[in-house]
Structure formats: C-alpha cells, structure tokens
C-alpha cells in the first residue's frame, strides 16, 4: 500500500461539540458527532481548532440557558482570532435552548450559523450545508440557518451508528436513550414544551441498538429518557412494551452485564418495573426517583400527583421487591407559596427516605410555564438557606451510605486507569466511583473488590483474590 492511499483524500474538519444539562443531551451530542462522522467531522476538544462549533444546550434552569449566551460571546473572539489566521469556524446552537428560543438565539447573538432542536439532529449535514451558503451573504442579509420542527418522521432512523472503535473510545458504558418528551406537565418544568410529548422508540430499534453497543464491547448500558419509565414502545406485533419487559429483553443479550435507567416519576413505577428489579441481576439496585418536595401541598401545585405518602410506600414497596436498592433524588427548594413548615416537610421526607445521592435546585421560574404566574414567589435568601441545610442532610446521607460500604465486597465494573499510578477505577452496582490499587488488564470487567475505606467522593477498594476451592 503507497503513503498516497493512506492518507485522507481531504483535511478532516474538526468539530468541537460542548455539552449542557442532562445526559439525554450528551446522548444526543455523540449522536451528532456520528451523523457529522461520514461529512469528514472528527471531534475535538479545542475550540481553537475546531471548523464547527455545537453547542448542546439546556433549558431546565434560567442559570443553564444564561450559560449558552455568555459561551457565544466567548466563542466569537476565537472565530476572529481564527479569521485572522485564514481559517474560519461555524458555530451551531442545539438542544432545548435552541429549541425553546429558536429565532431569538440568532437575533441575539447574530454569530450563530445554525439553531436546531433535538428533533432535527439527523438533518445536521443538510443544515450546514444551508448554512454554508449563507456564509457568503452580505452580513445585513444573512440569516441562520433554523429547525425547531418536530417532525412526523423517527430521528432515531435516519442517525448512523458510530464504528465499533469509536464506541468503545466512548467508554465501558453507554447511554441509550429509549424514549424522549414528557406528557406530565409538573408545574415548573419547561421539558414538556421543550422536548414535546412523549415518544418511545419501537422495542426492537432498543434491542438493535443495545446488541450493536455491547458487540463493540460495552458492558453497561444506561437507558435515558425524561421519563424514562414510562416507556411504552410496540413490539414487532405492534403491542406496547413497558420499561419492565424490555429490561427482561435487554437482559437477553450476551455480554451485557448491567442496566440502568433515568429518569423516573413515581406514578410510572409499575409492578411489571418492580418485578424487573426482583428478578434480573443486572438491573442495577439504584434508582433515581425523584420527588422534588415532601409537602402535599407543594406536591399538589407542582402538579405531581401523588402525595408524600404514597412515594414513601412506593419505596417501600421497591425495597421489597430489592432489599439493597439505594436511591437517589431531585429536590427543588422555593418553589411559589413553599413556606417553612413544607420545607421542613422536604426534609421529613428526605430522612424517611435515605439518599445515597440527591441532585438540588433553588426553583427558578420558567416561562411559559405555570409555576411562573404563581404569586407568591420565595426570597433568594430564603432559598438560598434552604437548599444548603437541604445539601447538608444529603451530603451527610451520602457520606453515611459510603461509609455503609465498608466491610462489603461489591461487585465492581473497572472502567479506567486510576488518577495515581498502579491504579484502576470503576463503579460500584450503587453508581459510586471506586479505587483500588491493580493491574489496567483488570479494565473491562466486573471483579469482586472489598471496600476498605471512604474518600470524599468515592470509595477505596481492595482486589478480592480469587480462592482457590
Ligand atoms: N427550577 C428548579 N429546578 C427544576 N428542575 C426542573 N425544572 C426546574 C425549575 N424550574 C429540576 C427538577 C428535575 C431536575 C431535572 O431539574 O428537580 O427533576
Ligand atoms: Fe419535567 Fe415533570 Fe416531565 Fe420530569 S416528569 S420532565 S420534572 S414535567
């Protein structure tokens, strides 16, 4: 074989993809870079050098939206620095920002080439290609390129797949998003107008998907979806199909090891989902399950439906089915009219419960949503005070379940080289980070490890020698 013949017939274009929010969006951000991969694109992680720039962006909070447009401002210097240098950069706005604000991104922030939302990703190479010819406008006449459609046709088809080697270069684990949107309208979330209705993907496209992941070597598969379990994709003979019997589906293939799920609501936790947790190893005993106040009346003007508790019972109910489930939670403090005695409700619940982890938020308002036209909006302060004695009582949980874990051998997935020399990390079946010292052939399975201690953050391990019989 000649030089001539190994070398790309064109410079690959870099494109540099920088990802807000959830892990749906970092989902969504290594689907781009696939559907970019046979137009030339290969990822970097340099803005500076990158011909593309995408930003995939969040809505959930005003914080996270706020985030894109200083992010734009600092991206148009280096544009110039790298005109000055003779190349140039397009820059791209995805995700629910660019979903919910549209036409609003590029009046804004009239840098922009393209805004495109979630459900548009599979047309990307069509839209830099639009964008491409805007390039040569007069800059009173360029527009950008935009698509916040929601179209009839599945996305989801019409993405490539990444190479086997790049799946891998993307880790032990991945992530497979199931099912998108939310019909649950809880009063402050944006994500119903933001990722539309509900929408599951056909089971055997799942099944597809997951086999194609765990043939390039993936070991652990995380199924996302804003409301992951309530899932209802059709089977082949056109019957919906709930989270609990695709986990036992899943659960089918060889070769994976283990599964996991977010995010739940507690209304959509169904006996089929619990049976699932009884009976299948390697559905993960940890569940994210939020429930955002303990208040009832909270809980009723968040729109959840359901009270304190009934999610306690669900627990309990869970903890039946899987004695060792820990759980994790999403708390927001401050919502309108939250007074003290339904904060300290919040904080019942969150004892009653036990975290192993907790994801907080002060309420931040919405438009468009109706927790905005609510009177009674909470003083910064007040939420500021709240959430830290809520962070307070969590962190203490948190350090509590890690110090649980000592004396116990868990299974864990070694995924990496450690942070020091001589050693490797991975995760415990409770999502927890653990170390430990070893060899890096240990990479890629699960080995039985005995937790010997606690650092602020993850656990120290130590290898389990096999016994001899
Ligand atoms: N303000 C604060 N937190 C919010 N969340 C969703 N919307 C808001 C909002 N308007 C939190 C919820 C949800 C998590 C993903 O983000 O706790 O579960
Ligand atoms: Fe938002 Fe509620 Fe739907 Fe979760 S269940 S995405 S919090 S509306």
Known sequence: MTDMET??????????????????????????????????????????????????????????????????????????????????????????????????????????DLVFGPQAYHRLPDMLEKARGQRHMHPSLKKAVIDTDFPEEDKFAHLPAAKKDVTLARGLTAFLTVQEGCDKFCSFCVVPYTRGAEVSRPVAQVLDEARRLVDAGVKEITLLGQNVNAYHGLDAAGRPVGLGQLAFLLAEIAGLERLRYTTSHPRDMDDALIAAHRDLPLLMPYLHLPVQSGSDRILKAMNRKHTAAEYLALIDKIKKARPDMALSGDFIVGFPGETDQDFEDTLTIIRETGYASAYSFKYSTRPGTPGANLGDQIAEAVKTERLHRLQDLVNQQTADFHASCVGRTLPVLIERVGRQPGQVGGRSPYLQAVHLDGSPDLIGAIHEVEIIGTSTNSLVGRLQQAVAA
């Open 7 to 112: 070398m790309p017939r064109t410079a690959p274009k870099r494109v540099f993809i920088k990802t807000y929010g959830c892990q749906m969006n970092v989902y969504d951000s290594d689907r781009m870079a696939d559907a970019l991969a046979p137009h030339g694109y290969v990822p970097t992680q340099d803005a500076a050098e990158a011909d593309l720039v995408l930003l995939n962006t969040c809505h959930i909070r005003e914080k996270a939206s706020e985030k894109v447009f200083s992010e734009l401002g600092r991206l148009k210097e280096i544009q110039g620095e790298r005109r000055a240098m003779g190349a140039d950069m397009m820059i791209g706005v995805a995700g629910c920002v660019a979903q919910a604000e549209g036409e609003e991104i590029a009046r804004r922030a009239p840098v922009v």
